[in-house]
């Protein structure tokens, strides 16, 4: 049960650590103002590094949800509230009910998103958008045109109907502002030839779709697959200033160091002899 006395004392222990963590580190919120240290960041890493958790409010406004059983959801997704509530990446439309359900255990109504963002049209970050009629849907139009010549009949080799969709505007490459927070957007093909990631400056954190994870990239087998394209979005990601990695499955990467290290391993990992 979402509200079951084993959730409210996973919930309780993830603070009770973070504050101890805090204490110790002299890391409170005094001192991080002191140090230009962000207490949110050190909240992401502690509450990565806890088993089963599958759901962190990072911030009042700031929310991450990942997945680690493909029997709730598959890719990762973030709610951001504002003016503008934000979801970025519902999953599968059979999934949503236990997407929803998180966010109902951490406080916030699903039918208050106005904009949901999908990184690309693969089923497994794009189907959940069908539910959200309330919201504005958002894709880059480059992947709108993926999703008229190849999508349809990917979903169909699948077994999956096509889900009905509506794109309300398109991403380009750029600023975009939603409310009071202010996002990069950067078309990064590769997985799929009209994916976006999307940077937000304020936390220096990374939302890179499945352009890469944790010492992985992205497949290139898929149709729109491209290995060069892939590499070229990894190295213009990895020139980023950032300290927080959300990728599209799987855990997330937390701290400069870990970042960079990452973007390193990937490179010479996979893109040597490209």
Known sequence: ???????????ATLHR????????TGHGAASCARHGLDPVVLLVGLATKLQGSKSMKVADHFYIYLWNNPRENNCNTIFIDGKVPLL???GHLHRVEDLSNRMIQDGVDPTKVRVVICTHVHPD??????????????ISREEERFVEEVAAPMYAKQGAKMPEYKID????DGDLTLGKHEFQILLTPGHSPGG?????????????WDVVFSQSIGRVDLPGGDIK????????????????????HGPA?????SVRSNFDFIKKAFFTAV
């Open 1 to 11: 049960m979402l509200n079951s006395p084993n959730n409210q004392h996973r919930l």
């Open 17 to 24: 650590r973070w504050e101890e963590s805090l204490a110790r």
């Open 88 to 90: 970025i990446d519902p």
């Open 125 to 138: 970050h794009f189907g959940g958008a069908a539910a959200f009629k309330h919201a504005k849907i958002a």
């Open 169 to 172: 505007f398109d991403l380009t």
């Open 196 to 208: 976006v990631s999307i940077y937000w400056p304020r936390y220096k954190t990374l939302f890179p």
């Open 229 to 248: 394209a892939l590499k070229e979005s990894v190295e213009r990601l990895a020139d980023l200033n950032v300290d927080l990695v959300v990728p599209g």
């Open 253 to 257: 990467i937390q701290g400069a160091d």
